[in-house]
DNA sequence: TAACAATACGAGTAAATGCTCGTGTTGTCG
DNA sequence: CGACAACACGAGCATTTACTCGTATTGTTA
């Protein structure tokens, strides 16, 4: 993560951190994430980072080649996380005992949980239309969590050709991205009842294709 | 529309525009459509938009206080031409007869052909995360949408009370915002087959409602 | 037609912002 | 300790961009 460290992709040797700057490097990501989450990816200047980390812009720029950079690691970061979420909560097997509603259930509580808890998370994937850099750098995560749902639902409905497979898993995501920034912004009841609301859609949505 | 045609919104007098200026100000607000439509709201220049309506920077800022104000009038813009729509479409008559696919497919159809034929529509619509300036911009048409939709749902489920009819209402809207960008970038059969699981997807919810 | 308002121009301005650079400090390794 | 690399600083550069302003032209109105 963190680019690998490195500050430039060129022929310039990578510097060698020290744990000083690992640490740095963890609040930086901590911090970017912060203020995307407040602010939005644009609105966002590099300078409001390195003040919410407790540094300045130079040294920022000592371990990120740049701001798509930082969403870069950030992303990185977070389908780390989210891996280790996933093995977490579910398996396989999992999957192939249980009815469509707890399924639904099992991913759909903790990726709520890990919205919370991250809230720089949505600003990098929850938009619609994002900066060309943006998108460049969460594209690969995106593709794999793309293919996850895939194949969570070829288990559902095995008899679907993979092109139908991925248009339903494209939906299910673009449901639960349109729907989690209103969910972490609402608090309280209402923010359950808006979860509860997003399980209604997709399980309704999941039941009519098996 | 266009602000009233006004420049400042204080006390100095709003211009009587002349043909020249009411054709200026539509081919302002129809290029900033365009652009808006390819380059995102962020990403456009008042610049750009100038010289895609063959106008000088200066010009523009004759019929528009800023870029807010620009967005402003191309919602209001949209906002009749989807009250057109609506009425062209179906009554409250036609709802209570038809079943929940054909009405579905009723709102569902003409929606998706006018995110096709207004390119700018999903700019300013269809992002989960806006500035402030655009945020306020489209508040207004946002709640006018919202309200629309909510009533047509409360035909449907005349049992649920007035806040859960909004939270249906909210899912399926952003269900359609999140979806309307896939499926305007796709191409022939593609778009269709994203258009038609849509559909299954707001089937599967309301049905679930009913 | 005279006077005024609306339209048009486009170089230029002020502010914001991503990022650099010169310099100084701290850690590492022989 | 000596030398070098990593870390840190923050003023400021270069660029972008929303918007202005002085000026010239076209339309309206009496």
Not at 83 to 102: I, P
Not at 107 to 113: E, F, Q, S
Not at 178 to 193: F, N, V, W, Y
Request: proline share 6%.
């Amino acid at each position: 993560m963190a680019g690998d460290g490195r500050v430039t992709e060129g022929t310039p040797a990578a510097p060698r951190r020290q744990a000083r700057g690992q640490q740095r490097i963890q609040e930086i990501l901590h911090a970017a994430a912060a203020v995307f989450g407040e602010q939005g990816y644009d609105a966002t200047t590099t300078n409001a980072i390195a003040k919410r980390a407790g540094i300045s812009p130079g040294s920022l720029y000592q371990f990120f080649k740049d701001k798509d950079d930082i969403a870069r690691s950030l992303a990185a970061h977070y389908a780390a996380q989210l891996t280790a979420l996933r093995a977490g909560v579910f398996t396989v097997e999992t999957v192939d005992g249980a009815d469509l509603e707890d399924l639904v259930d099992a991913v759909l509580g903790p990726l709520v949980a890990f919205n919370l808890a991250h809230p720089g998370f949505k600003a990098l994937f929850a938009r619609t239309d994002m900066p060309a850099g943006l998108r460049d750098a969460v594209a690969p995560i995106q593709a794999t969590i793309h293919q996850r749902v895939a194949d969570l639902i070829a288990l559902l409905v095995p008899d679907r050709p993979p092109e139908g497979v991925a248009r339903t898993a494209t939906v299910a995501i673009q449901l639960v991205r349109a729907m989690t920034p209103l969910i972490t912004e609402a608090e309280g009841p209402e923010r359950d009842a808006l979860t509860a609301e997003l399980r209604e859609a997709l399980v309704g949505y999941l039941r009519r294709q098996v």
